[in-house]
């Protein structure tokens, strides 16, 4: 069985997909816009280099031959979303790219296409109760918002095609290579400073980049309907100040945590002009998984502790 993976360029979640298929017996090619983005020394990986994801729509061969796609590349959230242009160059990218690249797979004999969404196609909050996958969708910045159209789209796709579609919300993901939010907790810590966290009561949605991969290689099974969306995440959620002192453990140091009360928090953080951390590390983000994992009927093989520790530990090596 031949699978075609379109990573991104930093790509750590494609890396492990990638190994994980090879593992299982799958002959895997590697659609990436770098050469080694995905590259496994030693593993019988095709790598196919484009300068754009265009040129996937453009030559039908990049996919011919493929039983499935996993679609993991993407315009990422970062710097200021709200600018000039915004949404438009997140939808052309994350949205219609998508949705030709669905189109082209289809028209090219393949059978599933698995996309990597995201909880903010979602929302950036979850409140009192975890986020279900049939919530109604509240995306609060232009990735979030190009997600949603991209899960839209595909539902679209797969309703006048046939082709299968299973649709991936992951929350925040960690592993030795992972950047973004996590690194900068990690960095954070490592610098030894005091953290004003100790007094946060909330629930996050994590997962590790091993648990993700194992639900990626799920969803390439029997799926309960022609289109799915699934939540993802590690068996359980943790607080900001829990994780802190997990990433602390694996780095083996302790994170000084110091109780400040979260109004104050909140006004600091809108004071320096940095609305966006009180959702990140006062809010609660969780998922509800519990549908996805009993459709799949999977089990997340690693905990919240070993995944964070194994990120940490590997992230030294």
Partial sequence: MEIAVVTGASGFVGKEVCRRLVAQGYGVRAIVRRPGSAALAGLPIEECVVEDLHDCVRS?????????????????????????????????????????????????????????????????????????????????????????????????????????????????????????????????IESGVPLPFAAVENRRSIVSVWNLADFVMRCLGPLPAPSCIFHVADPRPVSTPELMQLIGAGLGRKARLVPVPTTLLEWAFRATGRRAWIDRLLGSLELDTSQSFDALGWVPPHSVENGIMRSLQERRQ
């Fill in 60 to 188: 039908h061969a990049l996919l011919a031959g493929a039983d499935a796609v996993v679609h993991l590349a993407a315009r990422v959230h970062r710097g200021n979303q709200e600018e000039a242009g915004a949404d438009a160059a997140y939808h052309r990218e994350n949205a219609e790219v998508t949705k030709m690249l669905a189109e082209t797979a289809q028209l090219a004999g393949v059978r599933r296409f698995v996309f990597m969404s995201s909880v903010k196609a979602l929302g950036e909050r979850s409140g009192s109760a975890p986020l279900r996958c049939e919530d109604t969708p509240r995306p609060e910045d232009a990735y979030g918002r190009s997600k949603l159209a991209a899960e839209q789209m595909l539902a679209q796709v797969s309703a006048v095609s046939g082709l299968e579609v299973a649709i991936i919300r992951s929350p925040m993901v960690h592993g030795p290579e992972a950047r973004a939010n996590f690194r900068t907790l990690v960095r954070a």
